[in-house]
Nanobody
Framework: QVQLVESGGGLVQPGGSLRLSCAAS????????GGWYRQAPGKERELVAT???????DYADSVKGRFTISRDNAKNTVYLQMNSLKPEDTAVYYC????????????????WGQGTQVTVSS
């Protein structure tokens, strides 16, 4: 079984920064794509950023130029660096990972973390 554990959330003032981490543990071959989503109260979950196995990235328009997604394959961890935070970034942030379980078969399974709260407020 694979577990994703997020960390790094908290309370920050507008204009501040946070770095979220998503660490994968368990028995698997490798992480292919990874991503971060967020869900604000009363809103649907939305895509924030994604990163492929070769490091290609994509961002929601609302975070482009402020957020950076990255990965450390040796640590099986995906990060989200969030700068110039705004009150509208307040949400629960979830990571996911498409995990390849075996080196023999290319089938991947998507796992989700439990979420970490980010609150941007003065």
């Amino acid at each position: 079984q694979v577990q994703l554990v997020e960390s790094g959330g908290g309370l920050v003032q507008p204009g501040g920064s946070l770095r979220l981490s998503c660490a994968a543990s368990g028995s698997f071959f490798k992480i292919n794509a990874g991503g971060w989503y967020r869900q604000a109260p009363g809103k649907e979950r939305e895509l924030v950023a994604t990163i492929t196995d070769i490091g290609s990235t994509d961002y929601a328009d609302s975070v482009k130029g402020r957020f950076t997604i990255s990965r450390d394959n040796a640590k099986n961890t995906v990060y989200l660096q969030m700068n110039s935070l705004k009150p509208e970034d307040t949400a629960v942030y979830y990571c996911n990972a498409d995990v390849q379980m075996s080196s023999v078969y290319a089938t991947t399974y998507r796992y989700w973390g439990q979420g970490t709260q980010v609150t941007v407020s003065s």
